[in-house]
């Protein structure tokens, strides 16, 4: 196991946490990661500052308006994307 995330991996992490709760190793590594890069730091403080600020705008569940067809295509995507090496 590689004990530092890299910066994408970070990135990554902070963006799902916005969905989903991260556990484990995952949560403690990306908090150490974006506790010592500073330009982690900033994204991450970004994505907050963005979620807050369309939060208002934006309805409780996003994909209502989405098709089943179009919420399956774009989690192919996104699982293809995910498995990509880094």
């Given at each position: 196991m590689n004990l530092m995330l890299g910066c994408r991996d970070v990135a990554r992490n902070v963006s799902r946490a916005r969905d989903?709760?991260?556990r484990g190793w995952a949560r403690m590594a990306t908090r150490l990661h974006v506790?010592?890069?500073p330009p982690c730091r900033a994204y991450a403080r970004d994505i907050a500052t963005l979620h807050a600020r369309i939060g208002a705008t934006t309805p409780d569940d996003p994909e209502q308006h989405l098709s089943a067809e179009a919420r399956r295509r774009m989690r192919e995507v996104l699982?293809?994307?995910d498995r990509r090496p880094s």
């Open positions: 989903q709760e991260l506790l010592l890069c699982d293809r994307r």
